[in-house]
């Protein structure tokens, strides 16, 4: 078994999913753990865990309620209640995001899919 280390950074991942022809569970795809205020959001900073099966890299990231709304726009989860900002609240970092450690077979066939937006 072989193991590959996922890192995603970009402005906004809304969901992320695997569909591999070999199941490779991705923890906590949505980003629904830890559940976050309704219509508001948590930031986590640089080394925090608290997001379940991540680990928070660059400056920060946030996970937000499906709910949120800023200037009359609802920033609505692709799948789930909550997704997550990767440049998070204090910086607005290219370089922010989460990474996440997944196990794979030699060999194996993997399609990784997630949804991205910038608001």
Known sequence: MRTIRLTVACVAVLTLAVAPAEAVPI???SFEVPTVPFGGFTNFAVGSTAITGWT??????????GSFTQSGIVFQAQSGN????????T????SSGVTQTVAT????VYDLSFYVGSA
């Open 91 to 94: 910086s607005n970092s290219m």
């Open 105 to 108: 077979m030699i060999g194996g």
């Open 27 to 29: 923890v906590n795809g």
């Open 82 to 89: 909550q997704w997550i900002d990767l440049a998070g609240v």
């Open 56 to 65: 928070v890299v660059g400056v920060d990231s946030s996970v937000v309620s």
